[in-house]
């Protein structure tokens, strides 16, 4: 079993920016998910709100409910990601994940500064970025920022080349 959960949330609006959920059966409703994130907000927030001093480069472990989370202030931004407890990636591992993701997103954004806005400007690379790291059963199949690049950079050029044989011909 992979991770449960990513969130990358600003920690001044405390709005998701991009939130994925990997082993959620159909069962649960949009109320449990909303539990569920209400749970890990709530439960972790004197952790990395904007009132706290939070020292960067300090990650967090906690246990809520059934899931460990592993989170991270950097900058502007929180980087949440649960895993069931008793599953396949320890809180070791975690840690590792989420400062790798840490470096790619830091990269992207302009001076290594990762806010909100940043986030938003390259959202379509964050995503491919994310997705590169981390397939859809929740299984982080990637952890080298490099081949990350890599590999986003591969699909970007794909969707653009296909986008392009989609438009109509100029005559």
Not at 17 to 43: A, I, P
Not at 49 to 68: F, G, P, S, Y
Request: aromatic share 8%; hydrophobic share 40%.
């Amino acid at each position: 079993m992979g991770l449960h959960s990513l969130y990358v949330v600003s920690r001044g609006s405390k709005a998701i920016l991009y939130s994925r959920l990997y082993n959620v059966t159909n069962e649960q409703t949009n109320e449990e998910v909303g539990e569920w994130q209400l749970d890990l907000f709530s439960k972790t927030q004197v952790l990395w709100n904007t009132n706290v001093n939070v020292e960067e480069d300090w990650v967090r472990v906690a246990m809520i409910k059934d899931k460990l989370v592993v989170l991270d202030v950097i900058h502007e931004v929180v980087i949440f990601l649960a895993v069931k407890d008793g599953g396949d990636y320890d809180e070791i591992y975690c840690f590792l994940v989420i400062k790798r993701l840490a470096t790619v997103l830091k990269q992207l954004c302009k001076k290594n500064v990762v806010t909100e806005e940043q986030i938003l400007i390259n959202y379509a690379t964050v995503c491919i970025c994310i997705d590169e790291m981390i397939y859809p059963g929740g299984n982080v199949v990637e952890i080298q920022p490099d081949n990350i690049f890599a590999q986003s950079e591969l699909r970007i050029e794909d969707s653009l080349l296909f986008n392009s044989s989609k438009s109509p011909s100029k005559s």
